[in-house]
């Protein structure tokens, strides 16, 4: 059975750094990208990134360059989103979210990091 | 950039109804189009792919049409357990980077 298990929900304060983790199970990690997608509160999805685990290739939405970075531990099957200073505007839920092998949908989800920034 | 217009940002309809939600693209994105569900407190669910493919164990009262730029996402009779709000999304391969639509928050009336 494909998973894909993130971390639990994360109180911070502004300025602070964080990492939250998307760890995939029942698949080949390595073959399936990992994307991110930012949820805030009563809005959206904002798609903000993907990484491919077998190579780290990684794309990131214009809005999120510079924002966040990607990454993944192949050896453990884990896909990390980090920030370095976080902002009250990063509170948000966090979905990590598998790409289908052959069309650029996401067909497995994780359950949600809630990340929450407040001072 | 390829922005994306879904349409209506919110629909109320009755149990049986036939419902339809549009996405339109500003540029031709060919059938890179894709559908999802979100419930309250849920992660989304992927109902239909690449624009008019029904994913395994979705209910056939889904269904997806389009191409191109302009695409539509329809429930042929809407069920109490449909109340969710729906996502467009698509991918422009270019530069390889996704977009979803605003949504629509579907209601029953």
């Known amino acids: 059975e494909v998973q894909l298990v993130q971390s639990g929900a994360e109180v911070k304060k502004p300025g602070e750094s964080l990492k939250i983790s998307c760890k995939g199970s029942?698949?080949?990690?390595?073959?399936?990208?990992i994307g991110w997608v930012r949820q805030m509160p009563g809005k959206g999805l904002e798609w903000m990134g993907i990484i491919y685990p077998g190579d780290s290739d990684t794309r990131y939405s214009p809005s999120f360059q510079g924002q966040v970075t990607i990454s993944a531990d192949k050896s453990i099957s884990t896909a990390y989103l980090q920030w370095s200073s976080l902002k009250a505007s990063d509170t948000a839920m966090y979905y990590c979210?598998?790409?289908?092998?052959?069309?650029?949908?996401?067909?497995?989800w994780g359950q949600g990091t809630l990340v929450t920034v407040s001072s | 950039d390829i922005q994306m217009t879904q349409s209506p940002s919110s629909l109320s309809a009755s149990v049986g109804d036939r419902v339809t939600i549009t996405c339109q693209a500003s540029?031709?994105?060919?059938?890179?189009l894709n559908w999802y569900q979100q419930k309250p407190g849920k992660a989304p669910k992927l109902l239909i792919y690449d624009a008019s493919n029904l994913e395994t164990g979705v209910p056939s009262r889904f269904s997806g049409s389009g191409s191109g730029t302009d695409f539509t996402f329809t429930i042929s009779s809407l069920q109490p357990e449909d109340i969710a709000t729906y996502y467009c999304?698509?991918?422009?391969?270019?530069?390889?980077?996704?977009?979803f639509g605003q949504g629509t928050k579907l209601e029953i009336k």
């Open positions: 029942g698949y080949s990690f390595t073959s399936y990208w």
């Open positions: 979210a598998r790409r289908a092998i052959n069309s650029p949908s996401f067909d497995y």
């Open positions: 999304q698509q991918y422009d391969n270019l530069p390889g980077l996704y977009t």
């Open positions: 540029q031709d994105i060919s059938n890179y």
